[in-house]
């Protein structure tokens, strides 16, 4: 079975930078998009950046965008998200998840088939 696993997260201040990784297990990773999400507390959860199959075509929500960069190690069955320069509205719940069956990347969260199970970031003023 498919499994995403996150770590990087945690209680960083605002300017500070941090580094997410998601290792995934189970499919054949270098087929599928990937996406990172997030969620705060009584908001929809919103995709703040999606890379497709191959790492050569990348999308960025607005708020993040110059901030984040996400990229992928195929080989390494590992995708990741470099959050610089953070605020504290970046404060969230931060997902990964896998395409259904798409290589290419997409922001709409019913496209994505797997989800990890979170991890908190908590950017402090």
């Known amino acids: 079975q498919v499994q995403l696993v996150e770590s990087g997260g945690g209680l960083v201040q605002a300017g500070g930078s941090l580094r997410l990784a998601c290792e995934a297990s189970?499919?054949?990773?270098?087929?599928?998009?990937m996406g990172w999400f997030r969620q705060a507390p009584g908001k929809e959860r919103e995709c703040v950046g999606s890379?497709?199959?191959?790492?050569?075509?990348?999308y960025y929500a607005d708020s993040v965008k110059g901030r984040f960069t996400i990229s992928r190690d195929n080989a390494k069955n590992t995708v990741y998200l470099q959050m610089n320069s953070l605020k504290p509205e970046d404060t969230a719940v931060y997902y990964c998840?896998?395409?259904?069956?798409?290589?290419?990347?997409?922001?709409?969260?019913?496209?994505?088939?797997?989800w990890g199970q979170g991890t908190q970031v908590t950017v402090s003023s």
């Open positions: 998840a896998q395409s259904r069956h798409g290589r290419s990347w997409s922001r709409i969260p019913n496209t994505y088939e797997y």
């Open positions: 189970g499919r054949t990773f270098s087929m599928y998009g």
């Open positions: 890379i497709n199959y191959s790492g050569s075509d990348t």
